[in-house]
């Protein structure tokens, strides 16, 4: 007997989470497009602590969620990356369930 179980059920539903009707746009990652979720509300709720000002610069950050599939090389902590045309370091790369969580930071003025 073929049992499903609810890790099947969560790979299944990325086809819903990273459909270009539903919730992922086309973002351009190092060159490739690939359908992305990003996020730069959910640090802000997350810690006050992740936007540090000195002297008119802050220190912004970006989440970004894609499936692990979509990517060669998993991101690593201080790997330039470049989204929609603006340079990035990882600051922070996590996978769950096919997913990469990919924290990225830059210095803003």
């Not at 990273?18 to 979720?37: C, K, Q, S, T």
């Not at 996020?39 to 602590?49: A, E, F, G, V």
């Not at 802050?58 to 990517?71: I, L, P, Q």
Request: glycine residues 6%; contains cysteine; negative net charge.
């Amino acid at each position: 007997m073929f049992m499903v179980t609810f890790k099947d059920f969560i790979t299944r539903d990325l086809v819903t989470f990273f459909n270009l009707n539903e919730f992922a746009e086309l973002h351009n990652i190092d060159g490739r497009e690939v359908p992305a979720i990003v996020d730069s509300d959910i640090l802000k709720i997350r810690s006050d602590n992740r936007y540090e000002r000195f002297d008119g610069v802050y220190k912004g950050e970006v989440t970004v969620y894609v499936r692990a599939s979509d990517f060669v090389n998993r991101p690593v902590f201080g790997q330039h990356l470049r989204l929609d045309g603006k340079l990035y370091l990882v600051v922070e790369c996590n996978e769950v369930s096919g997913v990469l969580e990919i924290v990225l930071g830059a210095n803003e003025s």
